[in-house]
């Protein structure tokens, strides 16, 4: 093992000399410059390599956290109502009234954006909810249920840019 390492050492000297005899060559203000632009150009390395990806991944990590703890925080918030739905208990009001514009009024009460919204029939409607907090949409859809008797027949849900938003397109009906 020691030969091999001294042989790597010999190796790299050998490969370097060029290198060494252009750095005599040169006048002592150059072999400053020369210096501090390599210190300059290590340090800068060093941090490209392994600092910022540390940093990064520690950041993505603390956003991943406080996702996951808002679901958590849903789920527990909201364990009760799905107690009583896996139990058959249901509480669906029918809605009065236009209920187009009580599915509007009430995305915007939750601090929600509707970004798609059109009518199928007199009973159902496809929304489109873009680059919305996971937490507040579900808390959205469950209320239109419970409160309004709307019920989301289809849903298709896609992670959205940026941590804990969600891209939402569903099919709502009223009634049973």
């Known amino acids: 093992m020691n030969e091999q390492i001294r042989e790597a050492r010999e190796q790299t000297l050998k490969a370097l000399e060029p290198a060494r005899q252009w750095y005599a060559t040169l006048q002592y203000r150059e072999q400053v410059a020369v210096a501090v632009l390599g210190a300059a150009l290590v ?23 406080l996702s996951q703890a808002q679901v958590v925080d849903w789920m527990q ?22 209920w187009i514009s009580v599915i509007n009024a009430s995305a915007s ?43 989301a027949a289809a849903v298709e849900i896609s992670t959205g840019q940026t941590p804990g938003t969600v891209n939402v397109r569903a099919t709502l009906r009223r009634g049973s």
């Open 43 to 65: 340090l800068m390395l060093i941090y490209l390599l392994m600092w910022k990806p540390v940093l990064d991944a520690r950041q993505a990590a603390v956003q991943r956290y």
């Open 109 to 151: 009460r939750a601090g929600l954006t509707l970004r798609g919204f059109t009518p199928e029939g007199n009973d159902a409607a496809r929304v489109q909810l873009e680059q919305q907090p996971f937490a507040p949409v579900i808390t959205w859809l469950q209320t239109l249920q419970q409160e309004q008797g709307v019920r």
């Open 77 to 98: 918030d909201n364990a009760e109502v799905v107690r009583a739905a896996r139990s058959g208990q249901r509480n669906t009001p029918t809605m009065q009234g236009d």
